[in-house]
């Protein structure tokens, strides 16, 4: 099992520019979340997701979007990027959120925007 | 969330037991304490949970208080590879976000 993948590992953006960060699960989590963890500093909820079709916003959504179109996948859009968001994206997911349910994180995308 | 209190940082020896604290007073009956640990910039990594019993695996032991409002994670024999940013969490079932403190910065010093 390859649990979470994330992709790419590394990028570099302008401001301005658009991408989109992958991430996808092959353990059939129900759950998918987003977090972001600044140079220093603890992780932040960006969106979350309990299922197909469901998403919802968290700690710090403004300047992002999600969808879930699928159970394995669950990519992060940043459509106009900032300084502010250089950071590194974790994407983790689990079986049945916060109950009785251990979170698996993938290896993160250490972004900068320049 | 249940909002949970850790220590900014702790030191501890190599070979020691390392014991890192957790203060969760809000928790409900039915929520679980979570352990995770983050090495440098690495991914979080799931080390234990528990609900009521304390619990052991092959990385560490959780001890939860009888009244449930504290938790103890402990690392047996510590070495350097234990140095990291230890998480405690306790999410609120009827709510599916899982929101993350600052954590405890753990030294084992040599």
């Known amino acids: 099992n390859a649990g979470v993948t994330q992709t790419p590992k590394f990028r570099i953006l302008k401001i301005g520019q658009s991408m989109t960060l992958q991430c996808a699960q092959d353990?059939?989590?129900?759950?998918m979340y987003w977090y972001r963890q600044d140079p220093g500093m603890g992780l932040k909820l960006i969106y979350y997701?309990?299922?197909?079709?469901?998403?919802d916003k968290g700690e710090v959504p403004n300047g992002y979007n999600v969808s879930r179109s699928t159970t394995e996948d669950f990519p992060l859009r940043l459509e106009l990027a900032a300084p502010s968001q250089t950071s590194v994206y974790f994407c983790?997911?689990?079986?049945?959120?916060?109950?009785?349910?251990?979170?698996?994180f993938g290896n993160g995308t250490r972004l900068t925007v320049t | 969330d249940a909002k949970t209190t850790q220590p900014p940082s702790m030191d501890c020896a190599e070979g020691r037991a390392a014991n890192l604290p957790c203060n969760h007073s809000?928790?409900?009956?039915?929520?679980?304490v979570y352990w995770y640990r983050q090495i440098h910039s690495q991914g979080p990594q799931y080390i234990i949970h528990?609900?009521?019993n304390n619990e052991t695996n092959e990385m560490a032991s959780l001890i939860i208080t009888e009244d449930r409002k504290s938790s103890t994670l402990i690392l047996p024999h510590a070495t350097l590879r234990d140095t990291a940013v230890y998480y405690c969490?306790?999410?609120?079932?009827?709510?599916?976000?899982?929101?993350f403190g600052k954590g405890t910065r753990l030294h084992i010093l040599p």
């Open positions: 528990g609900l009521k």
């Open positions: 997701s309990v299922g197909a079709g469901i998403t």
């Open positions: 983790a997911s689990s079986r049945q959120g916060s109950y009785n349910s251990p979170l698996h």
């Open positions: 353990m059939n989590h129900n759950y």
């Open positions: 969490i306790a999410p609120m079932n009827r709510d599916d976000k899982i929101i």
């Open positions: 809000t928790i409900s009956g039915n929520e679980y």
